[in-house]
């Protein structure tokens, strides 16, 4: 389920030697001193010069200098459609353009993606800013992306110890890429949509070549994001996903013009109503001490199936005041929507502003599964709420307690229901251990909610 990590390196002191595995026997290294940048001036066509000149000799490492005047200022989108280009940035960069743009990106082709690209700080964790809070005349639409780093169509790309703010449309977005790694990169105050994003990569078979599966197999270290309109860090419709120590914070939004809603952090995958050849596929997602906390509508949503979280840390995720809540979901600190299915290890959900954890079926025919080891306390709403479930499983060492501050009267530490428009016809099943509420451990209860058995609380 694993990348494969040889490529992988951990730390900053030795991100110089991140993959160059494609380069040419002795790659160049250049400044882009060397082709007219002046602190204070435009860099970007010193930028794209040192890159041309390292095309023609098969690629190599672009050095933007610290410039002891706070940055380089880039006039618009610096667009690299070259592979092997490897930039080493020792100053900010600031993009100065207000019509919507990227800032920085890396460009390849379906037919010819970009191999072996990315930035790393060996120093400092410098910034890249896109502009986007003063870009004027954009009203979002979903497909367009303006974010301050972008990597499309390319295979192995790479960022390290960055700070990508500000996008107008996403801040760090890695988009139909295979193999994309991040190490210690912060994607922050996106206008719209994500912090970071890594997206689905349509031609990339490489774990399966003759299979239906498309991996995109990505890698984050230490990934953090903070202040975004949209999700903290999305995972959208990527399979063969590793995050390790991933921390999101105040994302999401409560303001009724946006289209999008945000939370901390989405695996997000086509359910089966929307692509009947997706039925029974899974994201093959692990995700490892997130730490997602003070969040907008959601803590962490999975729409994706084989996901699973590892000690993750769920706190205090805040129902909107003015967006319409028509779910009654949003405030959840998890949430596992339509065909999703998860499976959390050593969990915590504590004072959620509406749900521990919510199982929502979509349809007739997508149905949630949960399998829940750990604890979740002082839910605003119920402990876990599942309609339409498929299974919901909780351990023998679960806790599930002090729910309800909402509406004593009304909730329960955990409500099961399969009535209504979410009913599932083939029956829901739920096999319930540990301590729920005030009820001491035994032996796990079976629930089998058919027809006749629609609901179940306790």
């Known amino acids: 389920m694993n990348p494969d990590r040889r490529d992988i390196v951990l730390g900053v002191a030795a991100l110089a030697a991140l993959p160059r595995t494609a380069f040419a026997a002795e790659p160049r290294t250049v400044s882009i001193e060397a082709f007219g940048a002046v602190p204070g001036e435009d860099a970007r066509p010193a930028i794209l010069a040192a890159v041309q000149s390292l095309a023609e000799t098969g690629g190599g490492t672009v050095i933007i200098p610290n410039n002891g005047v ?36 890396f460009v390849g082709s379906p037919a010819r993606p970009l191999i072996d690209v990315g930035v790393v700080c060996p120093g400092r964790k410098c910034r890249i800013d896109g502009n986007g809070r003063n870009m004027r005349g954009y009203r979002y639409v979903a497909g367009p992306s303006f974010p301050a780093l972008h990597f499309a169509h390319c295979h192995r790309p790479f960022a390290g110890n960055l700070h990508a703010f500000n996008g107008l449309v996403n801040s760090l977005l890695f988009e139909f890429c295979g193999d994309p790694r991040h190490v210690d990169c912060d994607g922050s105050d996106a206008q719209y949509d994500n912090g970071i994003s890594v997206n689905f990569y349509p031609l990339y078979r490489r774990h399966n070549p003759e299979g239906p599966l498309l991996w995109t197999n990505s890698y984050g270290l230490r990934p953090r994001a903070w202040n975004n309109k949209g999700i903290g860090i999305a995972l959208y419709a990527a399979v063969g996903n ?116 919510v199982l929502l079926a979509t349809n007739t025919h997508d149905y949630p599964d ?57 029956g829901g099943r739920a096999v319930i251990g540990g301590r729920i509420g005030t009820a001491q451990p035994g032996t796990p209860t079976t629930i089998d909610l058919s027809a006749d058995a629609g609901l179940w609380t306790r």
């Open 70 to 105: 706070g940055g380089w200022r880039i006039s618009g989108e610096t667009r690299i459609e070259t592979s092997n280009i490897r930039i080493e940035l020792h100053d900010d960069l600031q993009l100065t353009t207000t019509e919507p743009s990227a800032a920085l990106s």
């Open 370 to 426: 949960l399998a829940w080891d750990g604890t979740i306390v002082r839910s605003y709403g119920h402990g876990i709420w599942g309609r339409g479930i498929s299974l919901v499983t909780t351990s023998d060492r679960s806790v599930v307690e002090d729910s309800g501050a909402g509406n004593p009267a009304r909730v329960r530490d955990v409500r099961l229901d399969n009535t209504g428009s979410a009913y599932n016809p083939v």
């Open 242 to 357: 590793v995050l390790e120590w991933p921390a999101s914070w105040n994302n999401g939004n409560d303001i009724a013009a946006l289209p999008t809603n945000g939370g901390g952090i989405s695996i997000e995958h086509n359910t089966a109503s929307r692509d009947p050849a997706a039925a029974g596929r899974d994201s093959h997602t692990v995700i490892t001490g997130a730490d997602v906390h003070d969040n907008y509508n959601i803590g962490i949503i999975a729409t994706a199936r084989g996901v699973k979280l590892v000690s993750p840390r769920i706190r205090r995720t805040r129902r909107p005041r003015i967006r319409p809540n028509r779910t009654t979901a949003y405030g959840s600190n998890l949430l596992v929507f339509g065909y999703g299915a998860v499976e959390v290890v050593d969990g915590l959900s504590e004072d959620a502003g509406q749900h521990g954890a």
